[in-house]
């Protein structure tokens, strides 16, 4: 699984399907069912299509040469735990994992105001891109803007929390490069683009204070903030360029 801070209403669901060698299934699609229990008959069905992880012909691929990942949709009308079934389309095998729905999920809600965090820039390091990033290079068109300072302006904007140096998830992927990479596309409709790192002095384990204001108990996080300063759409995990450019066109572009 991909992610795991699920509350009910619409839920996003990113996983992967493991063969007995350990290797990535990876098809264009997989069936997904969701039941109380493995004996129960499913309440819900859909489908799940394969996403990129990172940026084809930019990015590196995940751990394990992982360069796809499913990504589902469902509606989840009341919290409690749950069984998600998955079947990639063609392989002829299943795979299992629960699924549990909150009436709150812990980190920020689509809805909800985003924290005011004074998050680093090149400006506030005075250019010092090792204290910034662990990105190389250093993604300087993700570094111009702080959080608090988009807010006070009104504008809205992309925020990553994400660690390229040490994403070692299968599920993680980078995706700095796929921020960065909608950045180039979009950032000239009025949208900035901010990456704030995960960890104190860019090093594991402890997190810095910025991941601790956000309450973000995994990582990468991506969060769309409108000028309202409210949070228009949120990806737990790897995401893909695409995914993320339909929603930075639907919800931020003015």
Not at 15 to 31: C, M, N, V, W, Y
Not at 67 to 81: C, D, M, N, T
Not at 199 to 221: A, C, M
Not at 228 to 234: A, H, P, T, V
């Amino acid at each position: 699984m991909g992610t795991s801070d699920y509350a009910k209403g619409p839920v996003r669901v990113s996983f992967l399907a493991i063969d007995k060698q350990g290797r990535s299934i990876e098809r264009p699609t997989a069936h997904v069912w969701v039941a109380k229990s493995l004996d129960s008959k499913p309440f819900l069905e859909t489908t799940a299509r394969s996403e990129d992880i990172g940026v084809p012909g930019v990015s590196e691929k995940a751990l394990g040469g992982v360069s796809k990942i499913y990504v589902a949709r469902l509606r989840v009308p009341q919290a409690g735990k749950y069984v998600m079934v998955a079947e990639p389309v063609g392989a002829k095998v299943q795979g299992a994992a629960d699924l549990d729905v909150r009436d709150h999920t812990t980190t920020p809600a689509v809805g909800s105001k985003a924290f005011p965090s004074n998050t680093p820039t090149i400006e506030s390091t005075n250019g010092d891109f090792a204290a910034l990033t662990t990105a190389d290079p250093p993604d300087k068109g993700l570094l111009r803007y702080s959080v608090a300072d988009s807010l006070a302006a009104h504008v809205p904007f992309v925020v990553a929390f994400a660690t390229p140096a040490f994403c070692s998830s299968r599920t993680c992927g980078p995706t700095v490069d796929v921020v960065d990479y909608v950045r180039r596309h979009l950032g000239a409709r009025g949208v900035r683009f901010i990456h704030v790192e995960i960890y104190q002095d860019n090093q594991p384990p402890n997190v810095n204070r910025w991941v601790k204001e956000w309450k973000l108990q995994t990582e990468p996080w991506v969060f769309l903030v409108g000028p309202d300063g409210r949070i228009k759409e949120r990806f737990e995990g790897a995401v893909s360029a695409d995914e993320l450019g339909a929603a930075v066109s639907h919800y931020l572009v003015r």
